[in-house]
């Protein structure tokens, strides 16, 4: 499994789960909208989730249905296609 940001981090990216994650598997830059998380590299540690000032971070499976679509946004940010895919 993997966590997912959704629409409440568009233009807050507060960049607490940045700091706490223990893998670096969060990034943005300062001309993205929001975070993404890198859901290969993501350890489900949810670490990320009590610091989000928005409460913008879920687990893959448990994302709000208005905000699904940031499953492949997080996951295309990193050239992952749909997380969970395993294509080997």
Do not use: H
């Not at 300062?30 to 409460?55: F, Q, R």
Request: charged share 30%; hydrophobic share 30%; proline share 9%.
């Amino acid at each position: 499994m993997t966590y997912v940001i959704t629409q409440p981090c568009e233009g807050v990216k507060d960049g607490a789960c940045i700091d706490v994650c223990p893998v670096d598997c969060i990034e943005g830059t300062p001309d993205t909208p929001m975070l993404y998380i890198d859901p290969e590299v993501c350890v489900d540690c949810a670490a990320c989730t009590s610091v989000c000032p928005v409460d913008a971070i879920y687990p893959d499976d448990e994302v709000p249905e208005e905000w699904e679509r940031y499953t492949k946004i997080n996951a295309d940010y990193f050239g992952r296609g749909e997380a969970g895919d395993d294509d080997e």
